[in-house]
């Protein structure tokens, strides 16, 4: 019995593991146009203050969901939720006119832009 259960749990691991890698999001051509340095944060999968939200999506890959703020002293605002397994909330990310301006929480795979 327990020799059942140790292969499921490895089954279901393997498999959430395989949903969460992961895929290429963007081809050599379409960063070329990009400063060198927002080029090598979006291959390491890196995001820094000051990106757009499409090197963003470069980066880390689509958002699990986008709201749309209200907009503040006349510029567009909006936060971007990542989770794990559509159901952990692990990063939120909030961008001002087009620019990422401020990451919940500010995990290591976060950096500043100098």
Request: aromatic content about 14%.
């Amino acid at each position: 019995m327990a020799r059942l259960f140790f292969g499921l749990l490895l089954t279901v691991f393997v498999f959430a593991y395989g949903c969460v890698s992961t895929p290429v999001r963007f081809t050599t051509d379409e960063i070329k146009g990009f400063p060198i340095e927002i080029q090598e944060k979006i291959i390491k999968g890196e995001v820094a203050l000051g990106m757009t939200t499409q090197q963003v999506r470069y980066a880390w890959g689509s958002p699990n969901s986008i709201r749309t703020l209200e907009p503040m002293d006349g510029k567009q605002r909006e936060e971007w939720i990542y989770t794990t397994a559509g159901i952990f909330e692990n990063r939120r990310l909030f961008f001002v006119d087009g620019k990422l301006f401020y990451v919940i929480p500010d995990s290591e795979r976060t950096t500043k832009q100098e």
